[in-house]
């Protein structure tokens, strides 16, 4: 998971990086065109940004009550996970 995690982290800033780049190569370009894009753009990677810190920090807190509820109930979340893992497999022999 951390290995996922941290390759979309690096997909996003690659591509923040190479936006920054081509609205720094293109800053010596003329045009109302030209500039409302660059314009746009530079909003879209800091609303961008913004989204994905506030998802994180939504992650984390989830990740949090999610560890503290099965500390709390541990038997009930084996349960539960005992529960889920025969309903699954149930599915996956009627499949087959």
Not at 49 to 63: L, P
Not at 76 to 83: V, W
Request: hydrophobic share 40%; proline share 1%.
């Amino acid at each position: 998971m951390q290995k996922h995690k941290n390759g979309v982290r690096d997909s996003l800033e690659n591509l923040v990086e190479d936006a920054r780049a081509l609205v720094a190569a293109t800053s010596d370009a003329t045009g109302e065109k030209v500039k409302a894009a660059r314009e746009r753009l530079s909003t879209a990677l800091e609303t961008a940004k913004d989204m994905y810190g506030e998802a994180q920090e939504k992650v984390v807190a989830g990740a949090k009550q999610t560890d503290k509820l099965i500390r709390d109930h541990p038997y009930h979340a084996m349960g539960i996970a005992f529960g889920v893992g025969a309903l699954v497999a149930l599915l996956w022999k009627r499949r087959d």
